[in-house]
């Protein structure tokens, strides 16, 4: 499947943005599917998946209560909700799609989009 992402941008602290992340292929709407985040010098870390079918989500303790991702599997889409943006989350995000078909949890990463920069201002 191949991935593409958007709506990256400059926003001031406590603002918020949506991420969104494009599916194409011809099982796309059928992978567990997830956000990562790399700032400079920093390692790439996870930040939030949804199963499949939507059904589960998680996320990293960092941006729990701010952050919400969301699917929908019509648009092939998956969606990250960021609201109360602080200068730390500041980073390139990445979506990644699972490999494996109907997968609930986002372990065996088989596709990464190209990145959508998210800059917070202080």
């Known amino acids: 499947v191949q991935l593409q992402a958007s709506g990256g941008g400059l926003v001031q602290a406590g603002d918020s943005l949506r991420l969104s992340c494009v599916a194409s292929?011809?099982?796309?709407?059928?992978?567990?599917m997830g956000w990562f985040r790399q700032a400079p010098g920093k390692e790439r870390e996870f930040v939030a998946g949804?199963?499949?079918?939507?059904?589960?989500?998680y996320s990293a303790d960092s941006v729990e209560g701010r952050f919400t991702i969301s699917r929908d599997n019509a648009k092939n889409t998956v969606y990250l909700q960021m609201n109360s943006l602080k200068p730390e989350d500041t980073a390139v995000y990445y979506c990644?799609?699972?490999?494996?078909?109907?997968?609930?949890?986002?372990?065996?990463?088989?596709?990464w989009g190209q990145g959508t920069q998210v800059t917070v201002s202080s």
């Open positions: 990644a799609a699972d490999r494996r078909v109907d997968s609930t949890l986002l372990l065996d990463i088989g596709s």
């Open positions: 292929g011809r099982t796309a709407s059928r992978y567990a």
């Open positions: 949804i199963s499949w079918n939507g059904g589960s989500t």
